[in-house]
């Protein structure tokens, strides 16, 4: 990309000192903070019409346009934003770091995307930029702690969700309600409840007293790491797939219960589709659990092994 998320459109002359005075009185109310200053930055970039995003789409795929990429990107800076601020309770350092990962992210999904099959670019980007900045997390934070076995990951992205579902409800999260919800064993919660709960661990730190073996010695061959990404990548690459088959097969409210409230980043609320469609919001919530449903037991027909690796995609 040639253009600097941060360049200015060119003003007219005769009204360039104009809108300077006015760039400057603004930029005196933001903070000297390099995170307010970024958001203050992309609040220029408007959002894009289901249609302007559909003609840059085609742009790019067909023609390879770097405007068009251009302002796909900063169309969509804000979701970044977004998607970052829901991952910062793993990554408690930068909120930037993470920021300029899912900015890469979203960079791979202009590259990637194809207008042609229907899928929101919201909702295909969201998938790479999230990728992106949980790549980040997994490399970067707490390194030897997360651990790096289907079970351990699965266990660091869900174990502090299914505690809050719990707490909500007004149910302790105990160990055994843990284990049962996210269908692993007792002890790996354990465990993992310990990883997560203890300090900073340097990958360079001796291993016992005066050891000279270092904790990066036990850990899994990078290249090993880079294939599990990449089959994982290809897996939900699949999944993505299957589900614009199922969408095809939806139309009316369940479409758009599908759309808005399933395969978005920016749910429609409850109310504002029963209202819509002049139904309770209780309706709503039911036809969009049985479309779940039937779309986990639709995918579980489809690809293998469905259940252990991607269940919890679909909520």
């Known amino acids: 990309m040639t253009q600097d998320i941060t ?6 002359e005769e009204s360039l000192d104009k809108n300077l005075s006015t760039a400057s009185e603004e930029r005196a109310l933001v903070p000297y903070d390099p995170l307010q200053l970024y958001l203050y930055e992309i609040k220029k970039y408007r959002l894009l019409t289901k249609e302007e995003e559909t003609e840059l789409a085609i742009r790019v795929k067909e023609n390879n346009d770097e405007d068009a990429a251009y302002r796909l990107i900063t169309s969509n800076l804000r979701l970044v934003v977004k998607i ?20 890469l992210g979203l960079i791979q999904a ?14 295909y980007s969201s998938y790479w930029i999230k990728a992106y900045m949980l790549s980040f997390i997994m490399k970067n934070w707490k390194l030897v702690k997360i651990g790096t076995t289907q ?3 699965k266990l660091f992205y869900n174990l502090a969700k299914e505690r809050e579902k719990l707490l909500s409800q007004g149910t302790m999260p105990e160990t055994h309600l843990l284990a049962e919800r996210l269908s692993v064993k007792e002890e790996d919660i354990e465990e993992m409840t310990q990883r997560l709960g203890g300090g900073e661990v340097s990958i360079n730190a001796p291993v016992g007293d005066g050891g000279k073996e270092e904790y990066s010695s036990f850990l899994p061959d990078e290249r090993l790491d880079t ?4 089959s994982e990548m290809q897996g939900r690459n ?9 969408r095809k097969t939806l139309k009316g409210k369940e479409l758009d219960i599908f759309e808005n409230r399933i395969m978005t980043d920016t749910p429609a609320t409850l109310q504002e589709l029963g209202d ?26 489809e690809i293998p092994d469905f259940d252990e690796q991607y269940s919890d995609f679909i909520k």
Request: glycine share 2%.
């Open 276 to 301: 819509k469609y002049n139904i309770s919001r209780e309706r709503v919530r039911q036809i969009q659990a049985r479309i779940v449903s039937n779309i986990k037991q639709w995918l579980s027909d």
């Open 7 to 12: 360049e200015q459109v060119p003003y007219e």
């Open 84 to 103: 970052a601020m829901d991952f910062h309770r793993y990554w408690t350092k930068s909120l930037l770091d993470l920021i300029q990962e899912g900015n």
């Open 227 to 230: 294939d599990d990404q990449l």
């Open 110 to 123: 202009v590259k990637k995307f194809d207008p042609y099959r229907g899928i929101k670019f919201s909702y």
């Open 151 to 153: 079970t351990q990951r």
């Open 238 to 246: 699949v999944l993505l797939a299957k589900l614009e088959e199922y």
